[in-house]
């Protein structure tokens, strides 16, 4: 078990720019959460991911971010366009399908700043 | 999901007990009580949850009041390493997502 891996860890990036994060989860789970964290505050739910299907998207925050997880295994968050609030820390999430048992596992998350 | 509330902010004598306070008065049947944790520059950490029982593990223990209106996170033997925010969420069972809040600050003193 080599846990949830971010990439990268930090992201120094001008606005107008695109970034991409990528998220892998542990090898046999099936459900991939994404959040972002600002300073003093809890993590902010963003996305949700059972195997391939996004199943709850609505709490993106623009139509700037989007998230893929083509093959039911590793994630992307894309951000275009990115602005100065943009700035956070992206967490990324899994676990298995247990209707009465799940727990997340987080990753250490991948630090953005937008200049 | 139901909203949870919990104090800003609590210190702990190292060696002690930490008693973290979490109050859901609007929890629904089939929500369940979570209890994350989040140390400095990590990603959150799951402790433990329950729905109506009591529950313990290596970690920690999760009393659950009989109206399940509110709940008690406790550390038996705090250390250091527990200093960290922690966080209280109810959630339906297989929800789509896992709202967390503010949480606790919880320091441990030496």
């Known amino acids: 078990d080599t846990g949830v891996s971010q990439n990268p860890r930090h992201k120094i990036t001008k606005r107008g720019q695109n970034v991409t994060f990528r998220c892998d989860p542990i090898?046999?789970?099936?459900?991939l959460y994404w959040y972002r964290q600002t300073l003093g505050q809890g993590p902010e739910f963003l996305t949700y991911f059972q195997n391939e299907a996004q199943l709850e998207k609505s709490r993106l925050l623009s139509d700037r971010f989007s998230a893929e997880r083509p093959k039911g295994s590793f994630s992307t968050l894309e951000i275009q366009r990115t602005e100065q609030g943009d700035s956070a820390m992206y967490l990324c999430?899994?676990?298995?399908?247990?209707?009465?048992?799940?727990?997340?596992?987080f990753g250490s998350g991948t630090q953005l700043s937008v200049l | 999901d139901a909203k949870t509330t919990q104090p800003t902010s609590m210190d702990c004598a190292e060696g002690r007990a930490a008693n973290l306070p979490c109050n859901h008065s609007?929890?629904?049947?089939?929500?369940?009580v979570y209890w994350y944790r989040q140390i400095h520059s990590q990603g959150p950490q799951y402790i433990i949850h329950?729905?109506?029982n009591n529950e313990t593990n290596e970690m920690a223990s999760l009393i659950i009041t009989e109206d399940r209106k509110s709940s008690t996170l406790i550390l038996p033997h705090a250390t250091l390493r527990d200093t960290a925010v922690y966080y209280c969420i109810v959630r339906v069972a297989g929800a789509n997502n896992l709202f967390f809040g503010t949480g606790t600050r919880l320091t441990v003193i030496p």
């Open positions: 609007t929890i629904s049947g089939n929500e369940y």
């Open positions: 329950g729905l109506k």
């Open positions: 999430a899994s676990s298995l399908d247990s209707a009465t048992n799940e727990k997340l596992f």
């Open positions: 090898s046999e789970h099936n459900r």
